[in-house]
Each structure stands twice: as C-alpha cells, then as structure tokens.
C-alpha cells in the first residue's frame, strides 16, 4: 500500500513490463487526513529466467494528476532441470544425445542454445538457434554431441536453453566407454608334461652297472 495526496476520484494502474510483473488487486480508499488517498495494490513476480530490471507501476488520477512508483525486481538462476549423461563411442567420435522442448505458449518462440563458459570442448550443441514448437507438440529437439579427445577423466558442460522471458539449463557429463576385462582363448593347444617327467626318475648307472655284469664271462 502506498498513501499519496490527491483528490479523491477515478484511478487507473498500468505497469511497463506486463510480461515480467502481473497487476492484482488494485484499489483505492480516502482516508484522513482528507487530501490523503491510500493505494493498495499487489504484484506477482514469477520470473522464468534470471533477471534484474526496474519496473514502473503509473498510477493516474481522472483528476489529472499521475504518480509513477519504480520497483527493481531481480532473480538468481534455478537449480539445473535435468542431468544428460552421454557415454562415448570412442576417441574423435560424436556421441549424441536429444532433448525436446516446447514453449510454454500456444505459439511457437524462439530459441538461443549455448553451453556456458567452463564447459568442457569436447562438447557441442545443434542447431543453435530456432524456434521451440508450441504447447501440445511433440516439441523442438536440441541435440548434444559428445566427441572425447582422450579417455581417463569425466568432462562437464551446463547447456543453457533461453527464450524472451524463459530458461532452461542441463548438467552434462561425458563418460568413458564401458570396459571389460577380455578374455582370451589359445590358438596353440598347452602341451601337456610327458609320462617320463613325471613319476618316479629312472636310475641309469644302476642300468649301466646290470648290463656290465651281464657282459663279464
């Protein structure tokens, strides 16, 4: 509520940004000191992307008189919509993932998408620009590559997906290929221990000695 001095009469509320503030409940009431009008009105801020800005509510009097009340409204990024995991094909190879999206009216809207700054290179997203289809579609798929340059770490990307008044971003992380350990076969048969190395060892200078006795006339 706001109080200002004028005469009592007709009032009329307009803002100058109806997409990012709504005007609810407007009115207005005489109250003493006479000459004293209270203002009484709410505003809805419902952002769909970050943003900071000044708004101004214009309060006009059929009387004649006009009173403008800025108001600077401001938002912080949302927590991430999803988190997109792409595993890699292979080194120099694009792995690709989809994600579909509408805009949150009948009409179709434009569309910027980028990865934010930090995200890792081995990362790309296509088309870049566009239009998001309308409410009851089956929505705007936006492709993410995945081309790894090397393997033993996970590489990160944020995709960020911006309309006029809206915005969703994505966690990606790029992983490795899955790995097992291969097992082999032998394409030469193990040659198995010979019956003379195993057993019992043959004593040849008692052989020697039996046949030397053998031979003495």
């Given at each position: 509520?706001?109080?200002?001095?004028?005469?009592?009469?007709?009032?009329?509320?307009?803002?100058?940004?109806?997409?990012?503030?709504?005007?609810?409940?407007?009115?207005?009431?005489?109250?003493?000191?006479?000459?004293?009008?209270?203002?009484?009105?709410?505003?809805?801020?419902?952002?769909?992307?970050?943003?900071?800005?000044?708004?101004?509510?214009?309060?006009?009097?059929?009387?004649?008189?006009?009173?403008?009340?800025?108001?600077?409204?401001?938002?912080?990024?949302?927590?991430?919509?999803?988190?997109?995991?792409?595993?890699?094909?292979?080194?120099?190879?694009?792995?690709?993932?989809?994600?579909?999206?509408?805009?949150?009216?009948?009409?179709?809207?434009?569309?910027?998408?980028?990865?934010?700054?930090?995200?890792?290179?081995?990362?790309?997203?296509?088309?870049?620009?566009?239009?998001?289809?309308?409410?009851g579609t089956e929505g705007t798929l936006i492709y993410l590559a995945y081309k790894p340059t090397l393997y033993g770490?996970?590489?990160?990307?944020?995709?960020?997906?911006?309309?006029?008044?809206?915005?969703?971003?994505?966690?990606?992380?790029?992983?490795?290929?899955?790995?097992?350990?291969?097992?082999?076969?032998?394409?030469?048969?193990?040659?198995?221990?010979?019956?003379?190395?195993?057993?019992?060892?043959?004593?040849?200078?008692?052989?020697?000695?039996?046949?030397?006795?053998?031979?003495t006339p």
């Amino acid at each position: 509520s706001i109080g200002i001095n004028a005469e009592y009469g007709e009032f009329t509320f307009s803002l100058d940004d109806n997409n990012l503030l709504k005007l609810q409940h407007c009115s207005t009431s005489q109250i003493s000191p006479p000459g004293l009008v209270l203002v009484t009105f709410n505003l809805v801020f419902a952002p769909g992307k970050p943003v900071r800005k000044t708004v101004n509510l214009t309060l006009d009097s059929s009387e004649g008189g006009r009173w403008v009340f800025p108001f600077t409204v401001s938002s912080t990024p949302a927590t991430p919509d999803d988190n997109v995991v792409i595993r890699a094909n292979g080194l120099h190879k694009d792995s690709v993932a989809g994600i579909r999206l509408n805009s949150l009216t009948n009409s179709a809207v434009p569309y910027r998408a980028y990865l934010e700054q930090g995200s890792d290179p081995d990362f790309r997203v296509f088309p870049e620009k566009g239009d998001l289809l309308p409410l009851g579609t089956e929505g705007t798929l936006i492709y993410l590559a995945y081309k790894p340059t090397l393997y033993g770490k996970v590489h990160n990307a944020k995709l960020v997906v911006q309309t006029a008044n809206n915005e969703w971003s994505y966690v990606i992380q790029g992983q490795s290929p899955s790995f097992s350990v291969p097992v082999g076969v032998a394409t030469t048969p193990i040659r198995q221990p010979s019956n003379a190395s195993s057993g019992t060892r043959k004593n040849f200078i008692r052989q020697n000695m039996r046949k030397i006795v053998q031979k003495t006339p």
